[in-house]
């Protein structure tokens, strides 16, 4: 079995920081993509971010330029810094990771930001 533990939302102004960090422990597959998702009300849950254990990374045109996506392989965690933040920033924040089919999906409980004055 697998867990992703996800920690680090929170409330913050606009145009401030925060970090997320998503640790999995279980039965984990080396070779794996480990990203973050988002859902805000009434939305569809999209990609924001996604990074290979070997190195490639991916970002949704909304967060580029503001959030980093990196990852500790060997302490198999994901970390989303999210700079710049906006009031359409605010969703549940989900952790996944994907060991492809054989190995399976699995997802975090989630983590609320909300960026407001």
């Known amino acids: 079995q697998v867990q992703l533990v996800e920690s680090g939302g929170g409330l913050v102004q606009p145009g401030g920081s925060l970090r997320l960090s998503c640790a999995a422990s279980?039965?984990?597959?080396?070779?794996?993509?480990m990203g973050w998702y988002r859902q805000a009300p009434g939305k569809q849950r999209e990609l924001v971010a996604s990074?290979?254990?070997?190195?490639?990374?991916n970002y949704a045109d909304s967060v580029k330029g503001r959030f980093t996506i990196s990852r500790d392989n060997d302490k198999n965690t994901v970390y989303l810094v999210m700079k710049a933040l906006k009031p359409e920033d605010t969703a549940v924040y989900y952790c996944?990771?994907?060991?492809?089919?054989?190995?399976?999906?699995?997802w975090g409980q989630g983590t609320q930001v909300t960026v407001s004055s």
């Open positions: 996944k990771l994907d060991q492809g089919v054989f190995w399976g999906v699995y």
């Open positions: 279980g039965s984990i597959f080396r070779f794996n993509t």
């Open positions: 990074a290979t254990s070997g190195g490639s990374v």
